[in-house]
């Protein structure tokens, strides 16, 4: 029985289709999915014998994997994949040579409406079940949370931690110095937490730190776009995000509208505490400020 055989060749990437339909599958297909996310989309360009060897399942069960999304064949699934390899390591610069091909109204209307589209898509997306996993986790007082970006989405990291710390202690940005990523994973301890960003065309060292964290146990949340970083398979929880965008650089209206979620639930979630330290921290700035001014 197909998922949605009206969606197999939909716009967007299939592994958002994977990861909302997840809790659907039978538990021989959720070993499929879990495989093709281990390397997506690579896994899925292989053979169905290969694939199948890879998810401990018979070929059978692979073909029939493709078939439950709507895909005719396993040809058909794998030219969807093989098509979403380019997107996903496409640049700027690729980007901006489609968008010279194709006549668009680039007026502030139709950019609104493309940002407003993205973040309806990204909330529709988003199951309640991971942003409340992903708020326990944050609000863990035993866990020390790590949240780090690359070199756009280091500037989403900072907005982010910045807020945390206002609600929590226990708080660290790491920047995207070599020897701040260093420290910060030699001070990581089992069950810590780390927020990672990384977007297309992904950075080695984010995906990196984000390995080599989740082999100690700290357990990492990743946010990243519908094509996927190469880290989803190391991580505890993924939230995908619509980049959509009217230019031709990936957009982070949607990655910022998860973020301000996740601070609201948290803020929520940490309740009179949280209202102490940002009084705290609000008189003590207030402090610094006056003595700052009287010097």
Do not use: C
């Not at 716009?11 to 990861?19: E, K, W």
């Not at 390397?39 to 073909?63: E, F, H, N």
């Not at 009179?272 to 402090?287: G, P």
Request: charged share 25%.
């Amino acid at each position: 029985m197909s998922l949605d055989p009206d969606n197999a060749n939909e716009d967007g990437p299939f592994s958002a289709r994977l990861l909302v339909e997840m809790d659907a599958l039978t538990s021989s297909e959720r070993r499929v999915a879990r495989a093709i996310l281990a390397d997506y989309p690579m896994a899925a360009i292989d053979s169905v014998a290969s694939l199948a060897q890879k998810a401990g399942v018979s070929p059978p069960s692979v073909v029939r994997f493709a078939s439950k999304f709507g895909f005719s064949g396993w040809p058909e699934f794998q030219a969807v994949l093989r098509d979403e390899v380019s997107k996903r390591l496409a640049s700027p610069l690729s980007l901006y040579g489609q968008m010279n091909k194709v006549s668009r109204d680039l007026n502030e209307g139709h950019a609104g409406e493309v940002f407003i589209d993205s973040l309806a898509s990204t909330f529709d997306r988003l199951k309640d079940s991971v942003i409340n996993d992903a708020v326990g986790m944050l609000i863990d007082p035993k866990a020390h949370i790590y949240v780090v970006g690359g070199r756009f989405s280091s500037a989403l990291g900072v907005y982010f931690a910045t807020h945390l710390q206002m609600l929590r202690a226990g708080i660290t940005s790491v920047s995207e110095l070599p020897i701040q990523r260093t420290n910060a994973l030699l001070e990581m301890k089992r069950h810590d937490v780390l927020v990672a960003l990384d977007f297309r065309r992904y950075q080695r060292d984010t995906i990196d730190l984000g390995r080599a964290a989740a082999e100690n146990g700290v357990r990492v949340i990743l946010i990243t776009d519908t094509w996927l970083s190469p880290l989803v398979s190391d991580s505890r929880l993924v939230m995908s995000i619509d980049t959509t965008s009217p230019s031709p650089f990936d957009s982070f209206v949607s990655a910022l509208g998860v973020l301000e979620l996740l601070i609201s639930r948290l803020a929520e979630s940490i309740g009179e505490e949280s209202l102490e330290r940002m009084r705290a921290h609000d008189a003590l700035n207030q402090s610094l400020m006056m003595e700052e001014h009287q010097s």
